[in-house]
């Protein structure tokens, strides 16, 4: 299965907004089995569908525990722009925070990478959701970690 292929399990998901939704997914790619959270859009060819898109994150099954410890601390942060967990993955990190945008707080995950300046950058890859919907965050990456002990 290659990068461009459907997921080979959806575990769960919520609507993020009327033409989005996280969703969280295994899929294999060589030997190693990812977790990913990722968004979804509406098929273009079949009404009722959701194909996924670049945005999100995918880590490798031993990583998820330290994914979803991140993302639990979020319950727990009043503050904006305040990164909760640092992921390693591969040779980028996997950013776990909150921020600010136009005025309203968010939660994220996100893939950031190491510029030639030596900083670490956000990339567009990541799931950015408003701040009330964290709740809805914390459950799916619980259902994602169950689903893993599951498989292993």
Do not use: C
């Not at 990478?113 to 459950?139: C, I, M």
């Amino acid at each position: 299965m290659n990068r461009d292929e459907e997921p080979s399990e959806v575990v769960g998901g919520f609507l993020k907004s009327a033409t989005e939704m996280v969703a969280a997914y295994f899929q294999p790619y060589g030997k190693k089995v990812y977790a990913h959270l990722r968004i979804m859009v509406p098929s273009a060819e079949e009404e009722g569908e959701w194909v996924h898109t670049v945005k999100g994150v995918g880590v490798q099954l031993d990583q998820l525990p330290r994914v979803r410890d991140a993302v639990r601390r979020l319950l727990g942060v009043a503050a904006s722009n305040k990164v909760v967990g640092t992921i390693p993955a591969g040779k980028d990190r996997i950013y776990v925070g909150t921020n600010t945008f136009r005025g309203e707080q968010y939660v994220f995950v996100r893939r950031y990478y190491k510029g030639d300046d030596g900083e670490w950058h956000p990339s567009p890859k990541g799931v950015n959701v408003h701040a009330e919907r964290v709740t809805d965050l914390v459950d799916l990456v619980e259902q994602l970690a169950k689903a893993a002990e599951e498989l292993t």
